[in-house]
């Protein structure tokens, strides 16, 4: 399976989200990421599927 990871700035492009937002949430764990020092790469597809769950409890923001 070839996985494409996305910056978090391409990854607020593709999903219209705050990269101010998606920054935060990966940061607290509540979105998976990839860091390599300060850089974070995101794999699309886990991002949707842990938003799609986020989702499914009602929980759109971080709490």
Do not use: N, S, Y
Not at 16 to 41: F, K, N, S, T
Not at 51 to 57: C, G, I
């Amino acid at each position: 399976m070839d996985t494409k990871l996305l910056t978090l700035h391409k990854l607020a492009e593709h999903t219209g989200l705050p990269a101010a937002w998606l920054r935060r949430e990966a940061d607290a764990g509540r979105l998976p990421c990839i860091r390599a020092g300060r850089l974070r790469m995101f794999d699309m597809a886990a991002v949707l599927k842990a938003l799609a769950e986020r989702q499914e409890r009602g929980v759109l923001r971080g709490q």
